[in-house]
């Protein structure tokens, strides 16, 4: 099954921790959804808007590994959503922050393993930096 990440999953190490034998298959662009932080990296609906991140191949164990990592069904739930892949559009399992977290800023550490990861699949960090300038407390 395919499984989009644009937060900490997106970090092959902490991946291949979690999900040993995932297949990273690189850079995808989530539709009709924006960016945020709101502690951890969240997604949101939002039309003509998208967010960057990687695809992966995964498994029911792995599937069941991200499910516990990320609270589901309670602090993010999970959907399928369109994800565009070179010049297919596919669905994907995408994790969505259940309601009711406010944007608030990630833990330096958090946001370093968010970057190395978009650095690992060269994905530009413009959306990561957009969100923490947009509060105006970019980390330096």
């Avoid at 990687?54 to 069904?73: A, F, M, N, R």
């Avoid at 739930?77 to 922050?97: C, E, I, K, P, W």
């Avoid at 994905?123 to 105006?136: G, K």
Wanted: proline share 5%; net charge negative.
């Amino acid at each position: 099954m395919l499984y989009f990440a644009y937060g900490m999953n997106t970090n092959p190490k902490e991946m291949f921790q979690r999900c040993p034998g995932a297949k990273s298959l690189g850079h995808a662009r989530l539709v009709n959804h924006s960016f945020r932080f709101a502690r951890h990296a969240d997604v949101e609906p939002c039309g003509d808007s998208f967010v960057d991140g990687v695809l992966w191949e995964i498994t029911d164990q792995h599937l069941k590994s991200l499910d516990q990592l990320e609270g589901y069904p309670f602090y993010y739930d999970r959907v399928v959503s369109s994800v565009v892949y070179g010049a297919r559009t596919l669905h994907a399992l995408v994790y969505r922050m259940q309601p009711g977290h406010e944007d608030s800023e990630p833990t330096r550490g958090y946001y370093n393993l968010v970057c190395e990861g978009y650095r690992a699949h060269n994905i530009p960090l413009d959306q990561l930096e957009n969100c923490l300038e947009y509060r105006d407390t970019a980390f330096g």
